[in-house]
C-alpha cells in the first residue's frame, strides 16, 4: 500500500517520539528532521509506510550511534508476554475452537507496538483486545487452507508480540517456519527476540533479510523472496507487513489490528479493527463476516 | 523564536488541512508534502514559526492557483465579528476600566486563526475566553507606557480579530497606525480586511511589506522597518507576529492567546494562556501579575 497523506504528520510525530526514546538531544533530532525531509522528494511515488519508516528508522539510529536502541524495551515486553504465556496456554486450552483462540491472542498480541501507540500497558490493554471481536474474520478459509498445506510461512512483527504468536504456532498443527527482522528496527523482532519467546522450540526462525518496519519486497533477501513465493500458506502480522505486501499476489492471510487511520482506510475498515483477511478478500468494505 | 520539534509534525497537519480548505487534489497535496520538505533542510536554523509557515502556504497558494483562497472565510468572520461590535462596544462603556476590558475583547479576538484551529464557533468560543483571565498581564506599564507616547503602531494579525482590534484602538486615545501583511497570508488580514473591519475610520492602515503569518524583519519593507524602529509603542496581535519578533529590541507589548505547545513553553505559560506582555518581561516563567 502506498503512504497516505495522513502518514507524513505521523513520521514527524514519530521521529520526536523515537528521538526522546533514544536520548538523542534536540540538535540531533532537529538534524534528522533535516535529513529524513531531504528524503521525501526523492522517494518513488509507490513508497509504502513501512518503507518510508524504514529510512526515517535508519536516520535516527545512524545519529544515536546504536544499532538496537529498543534492546532494552523489547526485552521487557518479551519478559512481560512470557509471565502471560500460561494463562494464554490456558484460554486457549479451555476454549471450544482452541485454534480460533489462539489466532484472536495474536492478534491481541499486535497490540504490542511502539512505532504507533505511545505508551502499552500490557496486561490492561491485552484483556481489552482480547474481548474484543474480529470486524472481518476470514477464520473458515484459514482453516480450510490449513488443512490443505503442509506447512506454513509466519511473518513475525513486535517483539513481545512473539510469545503470543508462539501460542499460534503450538495449534497451527503443520511445520511452522517463523520470520523476523535482519536486524534492528524500531522494537521489530529479530532472531534473538524470536529466541528469548521461545519460539526456536517449535518453529524454524529464518530471516526475511529485510531491515524494514515490515516485509517489503525490494528490501527482501533473494532467497527469503523464494521463501514467499514456494509458500503454500503464509500469516502475516501486523500492519508493517501489510503495508509492504498488501500488493503482492501470494498466499496471505493478514492477522493484524488496523491501528491507524490510513490503514483503516485502505482496508475499509474502522480505526482500531481487529483483521483477518483472507488473500482473496485483502480488501473489504462491508464485509465483517 | 526558533521553530520547536513540536512545529514540525505539526506544518505538515497544516498542509492536510489547508489543502482540504483549499480543494487541492491528493496528487497535489503530495506535491506540497515533497516541495516543503525539499526546502527544509535548507532552512536557517534560527528560522521562526511564521517564517516556515510562510514557505508552507506560499506552495500550497501556487499549487491552487487562487492568490486569496481564505478570502470569503476572511469575510465571513469579519462579518460573524462585525454583528458583535455593538456588544463589544457596550461590555467597554460598562467596565469601570474600559481600556482593561478593550485589551481583553482584542485578545479574545485573537482566538479567531485558522492556522492553528480546526474550527471556530465565534460567538461560543469568545465568550469562554472573555471569562479567562490574563495569566501574565502587564497592564498597568502598558497604561503607563501609553500615557506617555504620541501615536501607537499596532500589528494586526487575523481577519474577524480586525474587528475586535478596533474596539481596543477607539479606548487607546491616541493617534494609531494599524499594520496589515502585504499580500493574502492564510486567513491573516490584509488592507481590505482591515478596511471592512472599520479600522481605516479610526486609524491609518499601513502595510508591513511582508508577505508571511507574522512580522518577520527579513520579509519587511525597509519602509515599514524604519517604521518599528521609530515608534514608541508597539502593540503586537497574536502568536505568529510574537514568533516573528520575540528577539527583536523594540518597544512591543505582545498581546497574544498561546495556542500551541511551542509557544506556550517558548514564553513559560500553560497552552491557552492569555498574555499582555511588556517589551522589558518579553518571557517569563512564574509571573501572573
Known sequence: MRAALECFPCYYSQIL???RMMSLTEEQTREAIARFSGLLPGLPDSATPAGIGRELYLILSELSGDPDPYRGIKAHCTRLA?????K????????????KEALRIAVAGNFIDF??????????????????????????????????VDEVLMLGDNAGETVF????????????????????MINDAVREDAVMAGIDRVAEVISSGCVAPGTIRRFCSAEFWQTMQDAQLIISKGQGNFEGLSDE??????????????????IGVPMGSLLLLSPRRKSCTADSG
Not at 88 to 99: A, F, G, I, Q, T
Not at 129 to 139: G, P
Not at 165 to 184: F, S
Open 165 to 184: 504468536d508462539r501460542v499460534l504456532i503450538e495449534e497451527l498443527g503443520k511445520p511452522v517456519r517463523y520470520v523476523v527482522r535482519e536486524a534492528p
Open 115 to 148: 512505532g504507533t501507540s505511545e505508551q502499552v500497558n500490557l496486561k490492561a490493554g491485552l484483556e481489552e483486545v482480547l474481548d474484543q471481536e474480529f470486524f472481518i474474520d476470514h477464520y473458515e478459509e484459514l482453516r480450510d487452507h490449513l488443512d490443505k
Open 88 to 99: 494464554m496456554k490456558e484460554r486457549v486450552r479451555s476454549s471450544r475452537d482452541p485454534l
Open 17 to 19: 517520539k523515537t528521538a
Open 249 to 266: 499476489s501470494l498466499p496471505i492471510f493478514f492477522l493484524l489490528k488496523a491501528k491507524c487511520v490510513a490503514v483503516a482506510r485502505e
Open 82 to 86: 512470557l509471565d502471560m504465556y500460561p
